[in-house]
């Protein structure tokens, strides 16, 4: 749980994502019943959103925001981690004896609905994150288009030296923050698909994900 006097820091504070894009500045928090931080309230040009807990990670004297898609995914996949060693359990204390056979089946129901549900979400979620992915790829499409016409426009001495390392340069670091979200959106369809045909999935995030109140 986090200090009231490190919460109460908080307001106005400048955030980023965890790709290095700034992602606008806090508004104010809410906390739980215990006092822990659930949500925190950030504007970001004139548009605002709430993050839960469980996307923050506080740095030193920086706040960095781990996207809504990662934490779903992380989620998600420790849910069907539950589920499938819940279900492997089951049929192991069936197969020695251990369960009355009424029993059995009732989990057994509850469980094959449970991995219905996440077979569902898990379609979702990779849509989800295709379309992101897709995003970004159009995103970099348009940069690139920008910045070739800058080169132009400086090869032919319209635009000076100074103008044209500040776009260059400008761009160049966008197009790296987005990469590193395109590589980490790779890992977690990867995830996905592998536990989607029912094998272990192998996940390496960007930075490793920390609890607001770690």
Request: aromatic share 4%.
């Amino acid at each position: 749980m986090m200090r009231e006097q490190v919460l109460q820091k908080v307001a106005s504070r400048s955030v980023k994502d965890i790709y290095g894009r700034q992602s606008g500045s806090v508004l104010g928090y809410t906390v739980d019943a215990a006092g822990a931080l659930r949500t925190i309230g950030i504007e970001h040009d004139g548009v605002f959103s709430e993050c839960s807990a469980d996307q923050v990670i506080f740095d030193n004297d920086s706040i960095v925001l781990v996207p809504r898609w990662r934490s779903d995914v992380e989620k998600l996949s420790r849910l069907k981690s539950t589920v499938t060693k819940r279900a492997q359990a089951l049929e192991e204390l069936r197969a020695e004896g251990e369960l009355p056979q009424h029993v059995y089946e009732s989990m057994k129901v509850q469980l094959d609905e449970d991995a219905s549900k996440l077979e569902t979400s898990h379609s979702s979620m990779s849509e989800a994150l295709e379309k992101r992915s897709a995003d970004l790829a159009k995103r970099r499409a348009s940069m690139e288009r920008f910045i070739a016409g800058i080169m132009v426009q400086h090869r032919s001495g319209e635009i000076d030296d100074a103008a044209y390392e500040t776009s260059k340069n400008g761009v160049a670091g966008i197009l790296a923050q987005d990469d590193r979200e395109q590589g980490d959106l790779k890992n977690a369809l990867k995830l996905l698909s592998s536990e989607a045909s029912g094998q272990e999935g192998d996940y390496a995030p960007a930075v490793e994900q920390q609890t607001a109140g770690s």
